[in-house]
């Protein structure tokens, strides 16, 4: 993967940093994943707290010279334009709200492009995936991407296999992350790479992490699902969340898992009170519960997108869980959200 002269090896202080990113922050970004890829950067690239570009060194570019936004309101000042990309081992682009419109210029893909054909390593940090996506740099590949957007990557590219099953994907040159405290593991695999363990590990240590995750740890499960489920059944329902609009048989599920339907249903029964069925069912019932809060899509398509059969038993199923017919929960949503003013950006599942 590495490139000639390129984190292949230490480098003294006086010889530069053994570690190199170039970072260029969408628009909108996720202000937490940027901090903490940084940050990890700087606790190991020095001694102590004295938080010297010993190790490790960054730079923020824009195409332009002006302020970018956060989501959380918040504005960065880039460092600088875009830099000849030979020098760094890894560009970063940390993605954050989507739909909100262009996440990057054409400028920046165009720069995206470039780098890939120069060999320079691209990540994508939380949605900075979709930006790569878009630029064409995943075609054919497999990417990681937060459960909460594996839906998203499905509808908007067919020539891309999305996982959300795990923290972060190392796929060559592509490296892929779920956004989310998992940046900071990420970081600690690049520094543990170019830099060292030890390094990796202070830094995490500092950071109050106990040490860094592989990139195979599972993301954390929907907030119904208690932590305390055995890893097989956490398995099971990350594959329900990647296979929302074909909804796969309990044998399948099972299949894939290495076990037989009848122990993975009784798994399901001891950690959860339901058989994996009825969970799946409730998984899908709320994402097209998201979907009438958060698009104007008919609820024709968004039933065929919860993975059901068809308008009328979407609605009847959530009638059933939610006491109400999908037209009035869109119209009273909509109604709340114009009286609030919130931006509504995260499922309730």
Same mark, same amino acid.
């Given at each position: 993967m590495q490139r000639k002269g390129a984190g292949t090896g230490p480098r003294t202080e006086q010889g530069g940093p053994r570690l190199r990113v170039g970072f260029i922050l969408a628009n909108n970004f996720t202000l937490s994943a940027f901090s903490l890829f940084a940050d990890t950067l700087r606790l190991a690239g020095d001694e102590g707290d004295l938080s010297r570009r010993v190790q490790c060194d960054w730079k923020v570019m824009s195409s332009r010279p002006r302020a970018i936004r956060a989501s959380c309101g918040l504005e960065v000042m880039p460092d600088s334009g875009l830099l000849d990309p030979q020098p760094f081992d890894y560009i970063a682009v940390i993605g954050g709200v989507l739909h909100q419109g262009a996440a990057v210029d054409r400028d920046t893909e165009d720069y995206l492009r470039a780098a890939a054909r120069a060999g320079v390593p691209l990540i994508g940090v939380c949605t900075g995936t979709f930006v790569l996506a878009r630029a064409g740099l995943l075609k054919g590949r497999r990417c990681c991407v937060s459960w909460y957007h594996h839906s998203d990557m499905i509808r908007d590219f067919d020539d891309i296999e999305p996982v959300s099953d795990r923290l972060f994907l190392i796929d060559g040159d592509r490296i892929t992350s779920s956004g989310g405290a998992g940046v900071a593991d990420l970081a600690a695999t690049l520094v543990d790479r170019h830099v060292g363990a030890s390094a990796a590990h202070k830094s995490m240590g500092i950071l109050l992490f106990e040490s860094p995750r592989p990139e195979t740890t599972s993301q954390p499960m929907p907030a119904f699902v208690p932590q305390a489920v055995p890893p097989t059944v956490r398995r099971a329902i990350s594959l329900m969340e990647q296979n929302l609009e074909g909804p796969l048989t309990v044998a399948a599920l099972a299949a894939r898992i290495g076990l037989g339907d009848r122990q993975l249903t009784r798994l %399901?029964?001891?950690?959860? @009170?339901?058989? =994996? #069925?009825?969970?799946?069912?409730?998984?899908?019932?709320?994402?097209?519960?998201?979907?009438?809060?958060?698009?104007?899509?008919?609820?024709?398509?968004?039933?065929?997108?919860?993975?059901?059969?068809?308008?009328?038993?979407?609605?009847?199923? %959530?009638?059933?869980?939610? @006491?109400?017919? =999908? #037209?009035?929960?869109?119209a009273s949503s909509a109604a709340e959200r114009s009286a609030t003013d919130l931006p509504a950006d995260r499922r309730p599942y």
């Open positions: %399901f029964m001891a950690a959860l @009170g339901q058989p =994996p #069925a009825a969970v799946y069912r409730r998984i899908r019932i709320r994402y097209g519960r998201w979907l009438l809060e958060r698009s104007s899509r008919p609820v024709a398509d968004i039933a065929a997108a919860s993975g059901f059969a068809d308008a009328a038993h979407f609605g009847k199923e %959530f009638r059933r869980v939610f @006491g109400t017919t =999908p #037209a009035r929960f869109r």
